[in-house]
């Protein structure tokens, strides 16, 4: 069974940091990227950062370049989305998701499989 499950969200301050974490079971990444998108009830998603598993190459989005980081920790087989100098148009749900592009497609991707998400609120 496909899992991903993502955390590591909450409520911050403008200007703060939060990191998001994201771990996958029963997939292999070989051939794949992992992406982290966000949404809103009754919006369209936005590709958010993208890693491309074979060569760690990055894609971001351009309203996050400079502040948001993503990286992996394969000996943990977790993903990460470290976030910085957050906005309150940072809020939002996080989602983490496997892009069968590899992130070539970007700013799209192609979901085989994503979280549930994690909510992050910037907020004074």
């Known amino acids: 069974q496909v899992q991903l499950v993502e955390s590591g969200g909450g409520l911050a301050q403008p200007g703060g940091s939060l990191t998001l974490s994201c771990e996958v079971s029963g997939f292999n990444l070989d051939y794949q990227g992992i992406v982290w998108f966000r949404q809103d009830p009754g919006k369209e998603r936005q590709g958010v950062a993208c890693?491309?598993?074979?060569?760690?190459?990055?894609r971001y989005a351009d309203s996050v370049k400079g502040r948001f980081t993503i990286s992996r920790d394969d000996a943990k087989n977790v993903n990460y989305l470290q976030m910085s100098g957050l906005k309150p148009e940072d809020s939002s749900v996080y989602h983490c998701?496997?892009?069968?592009?590899?992130?070539?497609?970007?700013?799209?991707?192609?979901?085989?499989?994503w979280g549930k998400g994690t909510l992050v609120n910037v907020s004074s």
């Open positions: 998701a496997t892009d069968y592009t590899e992130c070539d497609s970007w700013p799209s991707f192609g979901m085989d499989y």
């Open positions: 890693l491309r598993l074979s060569n760690g190459r990055t």
